[in-house]
């Protein structure tokens, strides 16, 4: 596994080999069983697998979050080696932005609801970095979890609208045993709080009404930012102890009111 961390040497590098065969998993880190899912994917459908390492302070639109956002580059590095990956792009934090970010991508529609609505700028700086991540990788496939529905959806919007030549391939959320959606960002939750955080899925899927869900969430504990029906996906937003969750599941098919 080569690991790189200025960008001259990865171009260097990945110019020699075919790009058609490069399977792409971008992560900010912390990786959980959730990444290792993509990886594993990104193995078996490539004859190589990049993964990206870097930390995007521009999608942070909140600063204590990009403080307090876990750091575990040893234990990535080791999941990375036995997921089989071939090579690591972690850039020294900025040097992805010579720029200082007064270059960047917006959707100006959709990302400014859901998920955009509540946290501004999120998906500017998100799809900016994925574009740059796109560029220097320069992958035939890259690797999106479901969990991050809006993005997913986002990105495959961007790969369309700009011509880019990379296929994206959607990879369903990975769950803990008790439903909860695995995030980096669970590791912060409090023993007691981890537990409780398995409401928020059941909630959302149990639910008959993104009402009846706000309900349930309150009840037991959670600061509900959204949840709300789109299409046939239920999204929502909690707070839990000082840490946000997302998640996002298909839309139960309810029994009609009329059905006996
Ligand atoms: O999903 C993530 O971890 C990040 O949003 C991504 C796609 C790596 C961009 O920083």
């Not at 900010?28 to 870097?54: D, F, K, P, T, W």
């Not at 992805?96 to 509540?118: F, K, M, N, S």
């Not at 912060?188 to 899925?201: G, M, Q, T, V, Y």
């Not at 930012?225 to 996906?233: A, I, K, Q, S, T």
């Amino acid at each position: 596994m080569k690991i790189f961390h200025e960008i001259a040497p990865l171009r260097a590098h990945l110019s020699a080999r075919p790009r058609a065969q490069r399977g792409f998993v971008p992560t900010m880190g912390a990786l959980h069983a959730g990444h290792r899912a993509l990886l594993e994917r990104a193995r078996a459908e490539n004859g190589e697998v990049a993964l990206s390492i870097y930390v995007n302070r521009p999608q942070f639109n909140d600063a204590g979050d990009f403080t307090n956002y876990p750091v575990t580059l040893d234990a990535d590095l080791e999941m990375a080696r036995a997921a089989g990956v071939d090579v690591v792009f972690a850039p020294p934090p900025e040097a992805l932005y010579p720029d200082a970010y007064r270059y960047r991508v917006t959707e100006t529609t959709y990302a400014r609801t859901q998920e955009g609505a509540h946290r501004p700028g999120h998906f500017d700086g998100v799809l900016t970095v994925v574009l740059k991540l796109f560029q220097l990788i320069d992958p035939g496939r890259a690797y999106f979890g479901e969990k991050d529905w809006q993005q997913l959806r986002l990105v495959e919007g961007m790969a369309e609208a700009l011509f880019l030549p990379v296929e994206i391939v959607r990879c369903p959320t990975v769950r803990a045993e008790d439903g909860l959606a695995l995030s980096s960002r669970n590791a912060r939750l409090s023993p007691e709080d981890r537990k409780r955080a398995a409401a928020f899925p059941a909630a959302m899927a149990r639910a008959a009404s993104t009402e009846a869900a706000v309900e349930a969430l309150r009840k037991d504990g959670f600061t509900v930012e959204y949840v709300l029906d789109d299409g046939d996906r239920r999204l929502g937003a909690v707070v839990l102890g000082g840490v946000r969750l997302i998640d996002n599941l298909p839309l139960p098919s309810f029994p009609s009111p009329s059905a006996t």
